[in-house]
């Protein structure tokens, strides 16, 4: 059973998402269906089914697997309910529609979970492509048993077909296991696409070589997916001993301007999140810019699909278990999609999509001054924070539940720090998303002071860099120069306090603007 479940920017929330306390309140969802509700940053709704079955409940957006196709975003993804019954699977595929990647569709269940014996008892990522008139679609199949396990893998890749991208029909006679020498326990993300270089289908499959468990993009190729017929081949990557990735999960290929890309998500390392690697030719050598993070930690699993004109990379913001600032970080959450830049010398950056800025371009609130602190002074809308001596900060009246906060900040020194806060509670904690001159890097600390994510940035002092703030809920990301992104979790964001802070630096805020959708 599917429903529609409409998502604008002009529509008002009905009720919250997965708790009943604003302080809770994650964006993109509500209680119920067939309501216009408005999304940013979008997680699919609760009762999706039309039923009562808890199973049905509010659930949250896992790996994303976009396709473009005829003017419009089929946007794939894992649904992760919040209660899922023994005995039931997990992870079935839904979709949103999208025609500007601002405005959603939920389109509802696509692909559902198998039985207890099925190797898609629980479901994973894949990908789609399109091979004459049919639809392909490419999944992980996780089956993790012990009935199942003593005479099966406990992964492998599946494929359901569709004549029109909404009627998907299993093909129980297509499995592919991990082949000889790979690891059958961890097999998995499928991402497929025609490979002009071969002029044959490319299959990349995420494992680990076996004896050995170093992570590997295995490459298989077909003729005609259709014959179901798919030839192992050497891997297109393989973990570096520097590296030594446990897992390069959910990966993606493709071609902008000269340049090969290689995307995939690791979760094990020191440097969790989604990576990228740049070649001249899809055979490599793949090379690692110094920079080579999509995001910080807390965006996930992104995938990329292009429209012909601008390719957008689509990741999970993880939530937070339980469901407060100093939770832990546990898996899926909300959607967030980047625009990817390609800049001067090949390497990627990240902005925000046009179409989401141009939903806050008309209504504008003023930043209403709450207090100032330490070394502060407002003069004609520039803020100027001398915090080289001690702690200095601005702090304003909330925003609401969905903002765009723009502004340019200066930086006088090498070393301190300075950026933003969001206040999440009255005693005066606060998350912070700071500039750090000296480490050369964009961090988030929740209100403990532990920093949670983190992503490369190379400050130069007394010059003026372009920040945006795109925030719905607890979902907020920061934009430096239409060149770097760093999402975060900020529970209670939309309801408490924010402002401007400087610790052993010395910072100037100007053009502060701050504006609403209407």
């Not at 898996?331 to 902005?351: F, K, R, S, Y």
């Not at 301190?416 to 890097?441: C, E, P, R």
């Not at 964001?493 to 805020?509: M, S, Y």
Request: with cysteine; charged share 20%.
């Amino acid at each position: 059973m599917k429903y529609k479940n409409i998502i604008t920017i002009a529509s008002i929330f009905l009720s919250l998402v997965s708790c009943s306390s604003d302080e809770a309140y994650v964006g993109g969802s509500i209680s119920g269906g067939n309501s216009e509700m408005t999304s940013v940053f979008p997680t699919p709704p609760s009762q999706w089914m039309g039923a009562n079955d808890p199973y049905y409940s509010a659930g949250y957006t896992g790996d994303i697997m976009p396709f473009f196709d005829n003017g419009k975003f089929h946007i794939y993804f894992l649904h992760d309910a919040q209660n899922k019954p023994a005995g039931k699977g997990f992870h079935d595929i839904h979709e949103f529609l999208s025609t500007d990647l601002a405005h959603f569709t939920y389109e509802g269940q696509t692909i559902p979970y198998g039985q207890t014996n099925d190797p898609d008892f629980a479901v994973g990522t894949g990908s789609v492509v399109k091979v004459g008139n049919l639809y392909y679609f490419y999944y992980t199949g996780h089956n993790g048993l012990p009935a199942f396990l003593q005479s099966n893998a406990r992964e492998s890749v599946l494929c359901a077909t569709s004549p029109d991208l909404k009627n998907w029909t299993k093909m129980p006679s297509f499995k592919i296991t991990a082949p000889a020498g790979y690891y059958d326990f961890d097999f998995r993300d499928p991402h497929v696409f025609y490979n002009d270089e071969l002029k044959k289908y490319s299959m990349l499959v995420s494992t680990q070589t076996d004896p050995g468990r170093k992570a590997v993009l295995l490459h298989f190729t077909s003729a005609d997916p259709a014959s179901g017929k798919w030839d192992v081949q050497s891997p297109i990557y393989t973990t570096t001993p520097q590296e030594n990735y446990l897992m390069m999960e959910c990966a993606d290929i493709f071609k902008m301007g000269n340049y090969w890309y290689l995307v995939f998500s690791e979760n094990w390392s020191g440097n969790k999140g989604t990576h990228y690697k740049m070649a001249s030719s899809i055979n490599g050598p793949w090379t690692t810019p110094q920079n080579d993070m999509i995001d910080g930690e807390y965006f996930y699993a992104g995938k990329t699909a292009s429209d012909g004109n601008k390719r957008y990379v689509f990741g999970w913001n993880a939530r937070k278990t339980p469901e407060n600032d100093l939770g832990n970080k546990d898996w899926a959450g909300n959607m967030v999609i980047h625009e990817l830049i390609q800049n001067t010398d090949g390497t990627l950056g990240t902005n925000s999509p046009k179409s989401v800025t141009d939903l806050f371009a008309k209504k504008s609130i003023s930043a209403e001054v709450d207090v100032t602190s330490g070394n502060a002074t407002v003069n004609n809308g520039t803020y100027t924070l001398s915090g080289s001596t001690e702690k200095a900060m601005v702090t304003f009246k909330a925003t609401g539940k969905k903002a765009k906060i723009k502004a340019e900040v200066t930086l006088a020194n090498n070393s301190g720090t300075a950026g933003f806060v969001f206040h999440t509670n009255d005693a005066g904690a606060y998350y912070k998303i700071i500039f750090d001159s000296a480490q050369g890097k964009i961090k988030g600390f929740n209100s403990a002071s532990q920093e949670v994510t983190r992503i490369p940035f190379q400050f130069q002092v007394n010059t003026k860099y372009d920040i945006e703030i795109i925030a719905e809920g607890s979902v907020v990301v920061l934009y430096i120069n239409g060149k770097v992104a760093l999402t975060n979790r900020i529970y209670g964001r939309d309801k408490n306090k924010w402002g401007l802070i400087a610790e052993g630096q010395n910072a100037v805020f100007t053009t502060l603007q701050v504006t609403q959708p209407e």
